[in-house]
Nanobody, 126 residues
Framework: QVQLAESGGGLVQAGGSLRLSCAAS????????VGWFRQAPGKEREFVAA???????YYTDSVKGRFTISRDNAKNTVHLQMNNLKPEDTALYYC????????????????????WGQGTQVTVSS
């Protein structure tokens, strides 16, 4: 069993930065792929970024060049550094984890039956 807890959300002006963290507890995190998702009111959940167990990364097109995902296995934590934030980035951000050494980590479907956190709100004002 893995418990995930997101932190680092908040209110920021457009062009600003936030660093989200996803802290895992319960089991070793090393073999898990981790994805970040977001959901804005009235919109479908969006797959934003992911990092494989080996450190390979994936980003959706709208955040490429602005967001950076990284992992610190020693601290059982995955970070999402978000720079040059835009009002359209406003959403509830979730992290999800799935135990896999295989492929598929850059596909949102992998995380459907994985572990999920409760989310952290990011609000970007114009």
């Amino acid at each position: 069993q893995v418990q995930l807890a997101e932190s680092g959300g908040g209110l920021v002006q457009a062009g600003g930065s936030l660093r989200l963290s996803c802290a895992a507890s319960g089991r070793t995190f090393r073999s898990y792929a981790v994805g970040w998702f977001r959901q804005a009111p009235g919109k479908e959940r969006e797959f934003v970024a992911a990092v494989s167990w080996s450190g390979n990364v994936y980003y959706t097109d709208s955040v490429k060049g602005r967001f950076t995902i990284s992992r610190d296995n020693a601290k059982n934590t995955v970070h999402l550094q978000m720079n040059n934030l835009k009002p359209e980035d406003t959403a509830l951000y979730y992290c999800a984890a799935q135990n896999t050494y295989g492929g598929g980590w850059s596909s949102s479907n992998l995380y459907d039956d994985g572990y999920w956190g409760q989310g952290t709100q990011v609000t970007v004002s114009s």
